[in-house]
C-alpha cells in the first residue's frame, strides 16, 4: 500500500537468468530500516505484485521482477573508457577517439546491450575486454562512418560476455 513502511527484505529478480535453469534468478536482498520512499539508479523500475514503483534494493519488499527503463549514457569514449554494468543493462557511448573499453562486471548472469556511436568525425576504433567472447574469436571492426551506430548484444556468464553485433545503423 502506498504510504506504508516497506518491510525489510527483498526477493529480487533483476533480469538475471541462471544459466543453469534457464530461469529468472531471485535473491534477496536484506534492509537496514523500513522506508516509505524507496528509490534505485534511475535506469530501473519495479514491478511489485501490486503496482510499478522506483524501489531501493535495501529497503524493498515483495518485488517481483526488475526492468530497465531507460539507456544510460555512458557519454564520450576518449581513448578509454569504463562501462559500469550495474548502471544498467543497457547503455550506450560515443566514440571520440579510438577507445579501449574496461567493463565493471554485473552481479551475476545476465544480457546486456551496448550501443556504440561515431561522433560527427566517425573512423574510430575499439578494444574490446579480453573477456569479451566473439563468434570464431574474431572481434569484428565496428562501422567507421561518421554519426553511425553498431549495436552488440552480449550475454555474460558470470566470466565471460559472448557478444554478437548488428551493425550500420546510419
Do not use: H
Amino acid at each position: 500500500m502506498p504510504g506504508e513502511p516497506i518491510q525489510t527484505e527483498a526477493e529480487v529478480t533483476p533480469g538475471y537468468v541462471s544459466p543453469e535453469t534457464n530461469e529468472p534468478k531471485t535473491f534477496t536482498v536484506p534492509a537496514s530500516e523500513p522506508s516509505t520512499e524507496p528509490t534505485v539508479n534511475s535506469n530501473a523500475a519495479v514491478t511489485t505484485p501490486d503496482a510499478t514503483s522506483t524501489a531501493n534494493p535495501d529497503t524493498v519488499q515483495n518485488i517481483t521482477y526488475i526492468t530497465f527503463d531507460s539507456e544510460y549514457n555512458n557519454g564520450n569514449s576518449g581513448s578509454s573508457k569504463t562501462v559500469d554494468w550495474t548502471d544498467g543493462q543497457v547503455q550506450k557511448i560515443t566514440l571520440t577517439d579510438d577507445c579501449t573499453l574496461t567493463f565493471s562486471n554485473p552481479p551475476g548472469p545476465t544480457n546486456i546491450t551496448l550501443r556504440v556511436i561515431q561522433d560527427g568525425t566517425g573512423g574510430w576504433g575499439l578494444v574490446w575486454p579480453a573477456s569479451v567472447k566473439w563468434l570464431k574469436g574474431v572481434a569484428p571492426t565496428i562501422t567507421s562512418t561518421a554519426d553511425a551506430e553498431d549495436v552488440i548484444k552480449m550475454y555474460y556468464n558470470g566470466t565471460n560476455y559472448y557478444a554478437t553485433i548488428e551493425q550500420d545503423f546510419s
